[in-house]
């Protein structure tokens, strides 16, 4: 479907052609890159809400700053919608997220303007710094370096490190906070609520506009009058707020809040702030959603829709006709509130992502036991390992990839202190269109070699359940169960719970010339490969390991004894991961099998739907056949008599 582009933002290819237009007409550009981006999206699919939060901003950022020798970096990366359409990619942009299409997020590689690749949020202000200082040893003093933070980045530790750095060098620095009160999910914490003071304090709000312009006017006479500017500011924020500004406590001169969907003035704003040395901050107000009423009155459901009809508004899903399997996420939230009614320790904690990883079904069932900690990880997991030296078992879900930046915290403060803090790892292995950023691919590796970690990983639902409740029983320590993104395989999941015997594997079935080792939903390719494989005469044996860690070394040892052959088949890294086990355990007690590992690549994988990833990774089922042909022997299929 060709999506019509407007007819200014049809001339516009890159910002050098925006900045042909009057301020005057920057407003129709704006209505006319809002309504490509709900065109396009609404048939791509995509983030939705974000991006149409800040297209007023966009634009008037691109108009007032020079990039790309300007570095604007935009944190999260999900924003940048129209940054990318104005940047030249406007007629790429229907590849948004698909296999070798564009990134959805900005990607150094991808394009000059993308100055920083930013999948994970709270990352742009330390970038920015370092852009800066790099700037002012080169002598580059007219470059501006602005950062771009909004949907709740700001509430994470690293944004308030590179606050603390920037606030001590003197470098031109321009973060520009985007006030939407959102991440996925509304944001938590102190912080909104300090943010909610500044933009409702009518007094404050209506002095300082009265006063803005007389103070723009003082401080160009000279270096003492910019003195006693600073002083009066400060001198009102902290009289007529309940509390002293934060930022401006950090050395940074504080602006706002502003309307961040009045096009002129923010442009104007920027090009002012350009001409202010030294560490600053914008603080913008805007509605996640901006343009869309549907997107505007729910944001969580809007912030990424899938495709959906732009005039009704309805999201379009596919017609199924028969019961289906749930979302492993899905079957996490349910089983979570169906264990914490048995065990009354139990608690749930997530990093920002309720709805994300379905810890919002235990919000509501039982909100005083399960905690949204803003988009934190370190903290999610020290917080989880404080509750848990206090007798409770908390269940922490992370995204694997999201895990990666909270690794010291698991070490430091769960498994040298042995503590049963269970890590549910969901998003594991290639997670789909948001691309290297986001797929859980290195979490088997990184979690199997810390001592007291067991690391569990389910072939369906059922596996799933029983994996939780074996990990909250007594003295089980850290614990971690990785799932995948997407949906299980069984209809009927919500069967009796029962306790694992840890490290301890399952024969899926028997076989000849070649053994399968699978560890997670994977294994599900191996089931399908051996059906198509026995109706061509080849017979295989599977089996699901369910634990990298402890290995089953009984089932190994009578793997290695009976096979000469062998394939590994793991949704993770081939470097480190169950392969890489398995191949040690090999080493350790003198096997000389040939074994064959299936997995992800020495790469970073790059966006595309997950079947689409499987293949391109050579792990999928047809790529576990031709695996296993090029070592078995076919032998005449067995006819049954009538």
């Not at 999201?315 to 019961?323: A, E, G, R, S, T």
């Not at 079904?361 to 005083?368: E, G, N, T, V």
């Not at 590796?445 to 007594?474: D, G, H, K």
């Not at 040892?557 to 793991?570: A, L, P, Q």
Request: one cysteine or more; proline letters at 5%.
């Amino acid at each position: 479907m060709e999506v019509k582009t407007g007819p200014l933002l049809s001339t516009i290819n890159y910002p050098a052609d925006l900045k042909k237009y009057s301020e005057q007409e920057l407003e129709q550009i704006c209505q006319e890159l809002r309504q490509y981006i709900i065109d396009v999206v609404s048939v791509n699919g995509g983030h939705f809400g974000a991006s149409l939060g800040v297209v007023e901003l966009t634009v008037a950022l691109h108009y007032a700053l020079n990039t790309p020798y300007d570095k604007l970096i935009w944190d999260v990366g999900h924003q940048a919608y129209g940054h990318k359409i104005l940047t030249g990619r406007r007629d790429q942009f229907h590849t948004n997220r698909i296999i070798n299409g564009i990134s959805g997020f900005p990607k150094i590689s991808e394009s000059e303007y993308d100055t920083f690749g930013v999948g994970h949020s709270s990352t742009s202000i330390s970038a920015a710094l370092g852009m800066a200082v790099a700037s002012h040893y080169k002598g580059e003093k007219d470059r501006q370096h602005v950062a771009v933070i909004g949907d709740g980045a700001m509430t994470a530790g690293l944004a308030f490190e590179g606050l603390n750095h920037a606030g001590i060098e003197k470098s031109n620095v321009l973060v520009i906070l985007n006030d939407n009160c959102m991440s996925i999910d509304p944001n938590v914490g102190a912080l909104k609520e300090y943010l909610t003071s500044i933009t409702t304090s009518k007094s404050y709000n209506r002095f300082r506009d009265d006063v803005f312009n007389v103070l723009t006017k003082l401080s160009e006479l000279g270096p003492n009058a910019q003195k006693y500017v600073k002083k009066i500011q400060k001198s009102i924020k902290g009289t007529l707020l309940k509390q002293s500004n934060l930022f401006e406590a950090l050395n940074f001169r504080y602006f706002g809040p502003v309307d961040g969907h009045d096009v002129k003035r923010l442009a104007a704003i920027i090009k002012d702030l350009k001409d202010i040395p030294g560490p600053k901050l914008l603080h913008c107000v805007t509605v996640k959603g901006k343009g869309f009423a549907l997107a505007e009155k729910d944001q969580t459901k809007w912030h990424a829709p899938g495709l959906f009809d732009k005039i009704t508004g309805e999201i379009k899903k596919p017609v199924i006709d028969k019961p289906q399997p749930p979302k492993y996420q899905d079957v996490f939230g349910h089983t979570m509130v169906e264990l914490a009614e048995a065990n009354k320790k139990i608690v749930g904690i997530t990093p920002a992502m309720p709805s994300g990883c379905s810890l919002n079904i235990m919000m509501k069932a039982m909100p005083d036991r399960a905690f949204d900690v803003g988009i934190a990880e370190q903290h999610a997991v020290t917080f989880s390992a404080g509750l848990a030296t206090q007798g409770l078992v908390p269940f922490c879900n992370i995204y694997s990839s999201f895990m990666q930046r909270a690794y010291d915290q698991v070490i430091h403060d769960v498994a040298i202190q042995n503590l049963n803090v269970v890590f549910c790892l969901d998003r594991a292995g290639v997670a789909g269109a948001d691309g290297a950023t986001h797929h859980g691919a290195y979490d088997l590796a990184f979690m199997r070699c810390i001592p007291n970690m067991t690391v569990a990983s389910p072939m369906n639902e059922e596996e799933l359940r029983n994996m939780m409740y074996t990990a909250q029983l007594e003295n089980k320590g850290p614990f971690t169960i990785r799932y995948p993104r997407g949906n299980g395989m069984l209809p009927d999941w919500k069967r009796p719970l029962n306790e694992l015997q840890v490290g301890k594997g399952r024969k899926i079935c028997d076989g000849e010339d070649v053994a399968i080792l699978t560890i997670g939903h994977v294994g599900n390719f191996a089931v399908e490969a051996c059906k198509e494989l026995n109706s061509d005469g080849v017979n295989p044996a599977h089996y699901d390991l369910r634990f990298v860690k402890p290995l089953d070394e009984e089932l190994l040892h009578d793997v290695f004894t009976r096979f000469k052959n062998v394939i590994t088949v793991e949704d993770g890294c081939l470097q480190g991961g169950m392969g890489s086990a398995v191949l040690e355990f090999m080493a350790d007690h003198g096997y000389k099998s040939n074994v064959t590992r299936l997995g992800i690549p020495d790469e970073f994988v790059e966006h595309g739907e997950q079947p689409e990833l499987w293949a391109l990774c050579g792990y999928d089922t047809t790529a576990i056949i031709q695996a296993v042909k090029k070592i078995a022997v076919s032998r005449p299929t067995k006819i049954m008599a009538s």
